[in-house]
């Protein structure tokens, strides 16, 4: 089994370049972030016609996540369910292929001088607290997403440019580790050890060519589904070529 997740950055203005890195890669599993489209624009169509059955939690321009699969998807929720009033449309989760999958876009942040900096923080809290809350880590469970944040030095360019700014400053990073300390492993990272592989380049300048990139989409896997993963990449050339998005997909494979 192929589970992938990607950045979309807008549903609709890259569904040809994801129908066509469907036909080519066949993820079992595919968790979009970044839509950018209420449920009811979602082009769900073409995607059912590819083979997937798809789980939509839009809103208008901004946002958006969505799972696609190749088996039924089961016991969808969309949003934490904690009683917390926030109308962005930023988590949903189904179980599939006998996995429980969380797919996730955190907030930017935007600047650590920012409002939406505590906000941030904040939301790793209340995704931690749903974990607790609805899941187990001996249980098989994938949380795959932009996560905004690299867990640490050896997911960036230039640490050194980058230091103390937002997706790399320290209460991120440790407020990613809470998350992680749910019982979850980067599944990257566990199969990379030390490379320098990024999943985003800044579409200013010749960032991409230059590869000067973070590592912020991710995928974390509890020990059930880790002991069976051999393997996890990121998918480069699909950031290649006019109207790409700014984010690779990455993709674990778990026979």
């Given amino acids: 089994m192929k ?22 890669e066949k993820p079992d599993v595919l968790c979009l972030q970044e839509t950018k489209v209420e449920d009811s624009g979602f082009p769900l169509a073409p995607l059912k016609k590819a083979g997937y059955e798809v789980a939509t939690f839009g809103q208008r321009s901004y946002n ?30 189904a179980t599939t292929h006998g996995m429980r999958v969380v797919c996730v876009y955190v907030p930017n942040g935007q600047d650590l001088t920012s409002d939406r900096y505590p906000y941030k923080l904040a ?6 607290a749903y974990l607790e809350r609805t899941s187990a880590p001996d249980q098989p ?27 790399c400053s320290p209460p991120e990073r440790a407020a990613m580790a809470d998350v992680a300390g749910f019982g979850l492993t980067d599944i990257f990272r ?12 800044d579409y200013r300048g010749v960032s991409f060519f230059k590869n000067q990139g973070l590592r912020i989409d991710l995928i974390y896997l509890t020990q059930p589904l ?3 993963c051999t393997g996890c990449t990121i998918d480069r050339n699909a950031r290649k070529g006019q109207d790409a998005s700014d984010h690779a997909p990455v993709v674990a494979v778990i026979p």
């Fill in 64 to 93: 958006g996540v969505a799972i696609a699969s190749t088996q039924p998807l089961t016991d969808v929720t969309r949003g934490f369910g904690d009683g917390v009033e926030d109308d962005e449309a930023r988590v949903i989760a």
């Fill in 141 to 167: 469970l994938a949380l795959c997403g932009d996560m905004n944040v690299t867990p640490d030095d050896r997911d960036v360019w230039s640490p050194e440019k980058w230091q103390g700014s937002i997706h």
């Fill in 226 to 228: 880790v002991a069976r």
């Fill in 190 to 201: 566990h199969h990379h050890g030390d490379e320098k592989i990024y999943s985003w380049w």
């Fill in 123 to 128: 939301w790793f809290q209340r995704l931690r």
């Fill in 3 to 24: 589970l992938a997740t990607w950045n979309i950055n807008s549903i609709r203005a890259r569904e040809e370049r994801l129908l066509t890195w469907l036909g080519q």
